[in-house]
């Protein structure tokens, strides 16, 4: 069994790439967090009754089994560890696929070293056994306020992964309407990508799971 001194929080990383596998160590050290490596997702599987509360980072494409194949299975051994997922190949039905799999969030690379630890600090501060509507922060309900109701509309489009020229055709507005709506919704809720912006509308309990196509 892992043994950690009590009240230090382990940040778990799976991931096939030395340099990535390094880096996320260092930045969890530097503040005061303990990092368990794994080179890919078999050597996470073969440890995961070993796996200690925490938070667990996962690359999605690693060879033999990704990293929504490692959420899967270890949801089936009953191991509820947040899971963070970070991805080069941030596209809304890849991020849809890792949330409805039961990760927290699902992050694209290059990301912000900053935005990575607030998000872990959130996972580690989960009651176990939490899903994602219950990680709404303030600041989200802040964010999710500003929404409109007809942004919310086009909210739910862009996270179902369609088009703005179908946006456009099933609201009967024109692509550059669209376009404006979609500006606004990325600002307030401050997402920086269509990826993110899956995760942060999950997480906010304003698009549920069987809106997601």
Known sequence: MLETPPGMPIVYVVDDEPSVRD?????????????????NAHAALAGADDLES???ITDLRMPL????????ALRKRGCRLPVIVIS???DVKLAVRALKA???????KPFNDQDLLDLVNSALNLPPGSDRSQAVSGDMAARVGQITSRELVV???????RSN???ARDLDISPRT?????ARVMQKMQASSVAELVSLALRAGIVLDEDLV
């Open 23 to 39: 880096a996320l160590r260092l930045l969890f050290q530097s503040v005061g967090m303990k990092v368990v490596e794994f080179e």
């Open 54 to 56: 925490g938070c667990l």
């Open 65 to 72: 089994m990704n990293g929504i194949d490692l959420i899967e």
């Open 88 to 90: 080069a190949h941030g």
């Open 102 to 108: 039961g990760a927290n969030d699902f992050v694209e």
């Open 155 to 161: 909210l739910k489009q862009i996270v179902a992964g």
């Open 165 to 167: 020229k179908l946006i």
């Open 178 to 182: 669209v376009e404006a709506h979609r």
